[in-house]
């Protein structure tokens, strides 16, 4: 029998911990998460449930090095480091998280009253393995990125100036 870690869930106003139903599958839609997981961690209220930890460090870990990666898609919450002169990578031991799709980031918007209200922001990120040089070796140009099939998905809290001429494509 497979053994179900409980979860804090709020019940009449107050937080119970709960083991979650068979079956169980947390998939929630990017409004969702930014909604009712990210905007609340952000204003430090309760959450709905408590089923996104956070991870220190987490663009300093390798992909596999991540709690429960091997386990399919997972949620954590995490700070993401300052902005550097990598363009946007963050290094780990074997390699970097970089943007992907050529770091174009998607609006994340909520349709009410006939308006689309930007929510937030999701911005994707490959891992890519560090090239390892041979000794003495010159490369004339960089060969193309190792596709290692590790993706993340960051989102953010949309910032008040974003919010002018949303669009949904």
């Known amino acids: 029998m ?19 139903p068979p079956g169980f599958r947390f998939r929630p839609t990017d409004e969702e998460l930014v909604l009712q997981y ?10 709905p449930a408590a089923v996104i930890p956070d991870v220190h460090n987490l663009y300093g870990l390798d ?19 300052a902005a550097g002169k990598s363009g ?12 992907s799709a050529g770091g174009r980031e998607r609006p994340v918007v909520v ?10 922001v999701k911005k994707s ?3 890519v393995p560090r090239r390892s040089r041979g000794k003495g070796r ?22 008040p100036h974003q919010h002018k001429n949303v669009s949904t494509d």
Request: glycine residues 10%.
């Open 2 to 20: 497979e053994m179900r870690a409980p979860v804090m869930v709020k019940q009449g106003g107050q937080e119970v911990l709960r083991q979650l």
């Open 38 to 47: 990210l905007r609340r961690k952000a204003l430090a209220l309760p959450l």
């Open 63 to 81: 992909p596999w090095d991540i709690p429960g990666a091997s386990e399919g898609e997972k949620y954590f919450f995490a700070v993401r480091p």
């Open 88 to 99: 946007g990578r963050t290094a780990t031991a074997s390699g970097c998280w970089k943007p």
């Open 111 to 120: 349709s009410r009253c006939g308006r689309n209200h930007l929510v937030g």
């Open 125 to 127: 990120m490959a891992f």
């Open 138 to 159: 010159k490369t004339a140009s960089p060969a193309a990125p190792v596709q290692t099939g590790w993706v993340m998905h960051e989102y953010h809290l949309a910032l």
